[in-house]
C-alpha cells in the first residue's frame, strides 16, 4: 500500500471484531514502531542520539510478548491474558476491551537521560510518537484498525505487565480488525 493511501485511510477505529491476529501481523507490528532497518542498529522510528529507549508490548489472550528488536523476535514474558487489566488500568474504554492485541510502548528513560540530561523527557516523548504512528500506519497496510490511548493509570499498567520499575509506559494501542 502507497504512503499516501495508508496516511488518508488511517483513522481512529475503536470498535474491533473478536477475530484474533495472526503472529506475522503483530510481528509487523513490532517492526513497524522499533524494528532495525540497517547493519549499524538504526530502526524505524528515530531516535535522539540514536539511544533507543522505547520498549514495546503485545498483549495478547496468549499472554505478552516483549519485542527484542535485535533478530526480530519476541518473548514471551506473561502467559496469561492480562487485557482485562489493561482495559480497568485504561479507564475502561472500550477499545481496550474489544481489541484481541493491545501494544504498550514504555520508557526507559535513564537510556536518553545520560546524553541529554534534562532534555531527555522531551526527546522520549517525541521518539514515542514516531513509533505509535509507525505502528499505527502499519495497522492501516495490513487492513486493521488501531487508536492510541494515552489515558491510563500508569502503575496499574505496570503491575498488569509486570514492568521493570525502570519502564514507563507510555502508550496503549489497542489493534484489531474494525466492526464496521
Known amino acids: 500500500m502507497p504512503l499516501e493511501k495508508a496516511l488518508s485511510q ?18 509487523q507490528l513490532f517492526w513497524a514502531a522499533q524494528g532495525i532497518t540497517c547493519s549499524w542498529g538504526g530502526r524505524t522510528a528515530p531516535s535522539a542520539g540514536a539511544l533507543y529507549p522505547l520498549e514495546i508490548h503485545a498483549a ?8 527484542l528488536p535485535a533478530g ?3 518473548k514471551v514474558t506473561i502467559q ?5 487489566a489493561l ?3 485504561g479507564l475502561r474504554q472500550e477499545a481496550l476491551r474489544q481489541a484481541p ?9 535513564e537510556r536518553t537521560a545520560g546524553k541529554y540530561g534534562t532534555r531527555a523527557e522531551r ?22 484498525s488501531a487508536v492510541p490511548i494515552g489515558a491510563f493509570h500508569d502503575e496499574q499498567v505496570a503491575s ?13 494501542i489497542p489493534v484489531g480488525h474494525p466492526a464496521e
Open 123 to 144: 526527546y522520549v516523548k517525541l521518539e514515542v510518537g514516531h513509533a505509535a504512528q509507525n505502528l499505527l500506519l502499519q495497522a492501516v497496510a495490513l487492513d486493521l
Open 80 to 84: 496469561e491474558d492480562v487485557r482485562q
Open 160 to 172: 498488569a505487565l509486570h514492568l521493570p520499575a525502570e519502564q514507563e509506559p507510555l502508550y496503549l
Open 101 to 109: 492485541v493491545i501494544f504498550v510502548i514504555t520508557a526507559v528513560y
Open 10 to 27: 488511517r483513522r481512529s477505529v475503536r470498535a474491533y471484531t473478536d477475530i484474533p491476529l495472526d503472529l506475522e501481523d503483530i510481528a
Open 87 to 89: 482495559w480497568e488500568a
Open 60 to 67: 495478547t489472550a496468549d499472554g505478552v510478548y516483549h519485542y
Open 72 to 74: 526480530h523476535r519476541a
